[in-house]
């Protein structure tokens, strides 16, 4: 194999990316790798057509005013994969863009591998035929999808969650609030999205929720800015008596060191699970895109470590539940009782080992290159 497209249309799918090409550029130094990734997958060795910021778009209403670009952008990949002609495609995540692009790859003759798998568990069923019919094999990270691919005679693999060996923490806890001069016994964190619309709709929140909590608890509040956001989205939010801190770069030492958390449904959920910090996940969209999507999701939780666990195990805040006066309540108990807190922390502690051992990154590299 000399040459490799990737898709990736969204931070983490930049994270997760990263480490396969790490891992494709140890087997293979000269493998040609482009396509669609951020900045950490361009400082792996990947060259980019475009930046997954260009496509990091959600919301049925959002995805539409997005169209005319997402569709320029589709038809360059078109014409560089015809153009460049790699023997293999990897799609990861972003199941909206890449199952249509897999089309398209596969009628041009390519091997088409998919990591992160679409949540047909969750909504959209009808997918697994598209599946069937477009790729060559799945790479999945969660041990319930093993079973939904067996049944459909689909070939995958079952590398485990790559958030297992992407948890790097650089630093102690003495030190991370020597370096950003914390003052309370309490750290609050938020973590309020990496898009936008996101932040946009629930930072607000999240900041009336810190204002409370600060009248009744002695807390330092840290915001986890998203790697490729600019603080500016965040910044207009903020009015002059907040107090909070942005931490750029270090989200994981947030999450790790803080006594609790407030996170925006997606893979930081996970993440802080597996960081065995308590927490709550908050979400909110437009009406417009809420209302369709509760039509058409098929669980009871939207949160993937709820998911995960087969149970609740974190309290979930969406759309008309999220109000800061909920979340008070929730989070003043978390910092206050020492035995509810631990109870979350032993249920999260059991996440782990459901996701399986470390190693996809490496698992998902082998499985492209061994694929003929």
Not at 80 to 93: A, G, H, M, S
Not at 344 to 362: D, N, Q, R, V
């Amino acid at each position: 194999m000399k040459k490799l497209m990737i898709i990736a249309g969204e931070a983490s799918g930049d994270l997760h990316g990263a480490g396969v090409v790490k891992e494709l550029k140890k087997i293979d130094s000269n493998l040609e790798i482009f396509g669609v990734g951020g900045d950490l997958m361009k400082a792996s060795g990947m060259e980019l057509i475009s930046h997954c910021e260009d496509l990091s778009v959600m919301g049925f209403r959002e995805v539409i005013t997005h169209l005319p670009k997402i569709f320029k952008i589709e038809k360059i990949l078109k014409e560089e994969l015809i153009k460049r002609k790699p023997e293999k495609i990897l799609l990861i995540d972003y199941p909206g863009f890449n199952l249509r692009f897999a089309k398209f790859a596969k009628e041009q003759g390519v091997k088409v591998l998919y990591y992160i798998s679409p949540q047909i568990w969750a909504w959209k069923s009808k997918r697994i035929k598209i599946i069937k019919e477009r790729v060559d094999k799945m790479f999945v990270v969660f041990p319930f999808e093993k079973k939904i691919y067996e049944k459909e005679n689909i070939p995958f693999e079952f590398v485990g969650h790559p958030l297992v060996e992407e948890l790097k923490i650089n630093q102690t806890k003495k030190d991370f609030i020597k370096n950003h001069n914390l003052k309370s016994k309490k750290i609050l964190a938020l973590l309020p999205g990496s898009r936008k619309q996101e932040i946009d709709q629930i930072f607000p929140i999240l900041l009336e929720t810190a204002r409370g909590l600060k009248k009744q608890i002695e807390i330092d509040v840290l915001v986890a800015v998203a790697p490729h956001c600019k603080i500016g989205i965040y910044k207009k939010h903020i009015s002059k008596n907040d107090d909070v801190k942005f931490i750029f770069n270090q989200t994981y030492e947030v999450i790790k060191f803080a006594d609790a958390a407030l996170v925006t449904s997606g893979t930081a959920t996970l993440e802080t699970a597996l960081l065995e910090t308590p927490f709550a996940l908050v979400y909110k969209t437009s009406w417009f895109t809420y209302f369709v999507g509760k039509y058409f999701v098929k669980i009871n939780n939207i949160g993937l470590v709820n998911i995960v666990a087969g149970r609740t195990i974190v309290p979930e805040f969406i759309q008309h539940n999220l109000k800061a006066s909920r979340l008070v309540s929730f989070v003043k108990n978390l910092l206050e009782e020492k035995s509810y807190s631990d109870l979350m922390k032993t249920e999260l502690s059991s996440i782990k080992e459901l996701l399986g051992s470390s190693g996809a990154s490496k698992k998902v590299a082998e499985g492209i290159v061994s694929l003929n």
